[in-house]
């Protein structure tokens, strides 16, 4: 499966944005999904994760209760919506994909796209 992010952008502190991972030459819903991030000179970190049918959600600390991941299956896309975001949220963030249960483990996801930039200013 190919992954493709884009949503990203320049947005003031406090703002929202609303990240989009499409995905084609595979079966979508047969994928869990997750996003990633990783900033300069720092490892990638997990952001959220998604079960292949939506039923289970799983997000970092820092992120909890302001982003939220969601997926259209009929549309083979994976979204995360940012909330009330901090300059430290600033990252490229990756959509990945894989098999047999979503995941915080990077190293897990055998599908990255090619990451999608947000920077979020003071």
């Known amino acids: 499966v190919q992954l493709q992010a884009s949503g990203g952008g320049l947005v003031q502190a406090g703002g929202s944005l609303r990240l989009s991972c499409a995905a084609s030459?595979?079966?979508?819903?047969?994928?869990?999904m997750g996003w990633f991030r990783q900033a300069p000179g720092k490892e990638r970190e997990f952001v959220a994760t998604i079960s292949w049918r939506g039923t289970f959600v799983s997000y970092a600390d820092s992120v909890k209760g302001r982003f939220t991941i969601s997926r259209d299956n009929n549309k083979n896309t994976v979204y995360l919506q940012m909330n009330s975001l901090k300059p430290e949220d600033t990252a490229v963030y990756y959509c990945g994909a894989k098999y047999s249960g979503p995941s915080g483990r990077a190293f897990e996801y055998g599908h990255w796209g090619q990451g999608t930039q947000v920077t979020v200013s003071s």
């Open positions: 030459g595979g079966t979508f819903s047969s994928y869990d």
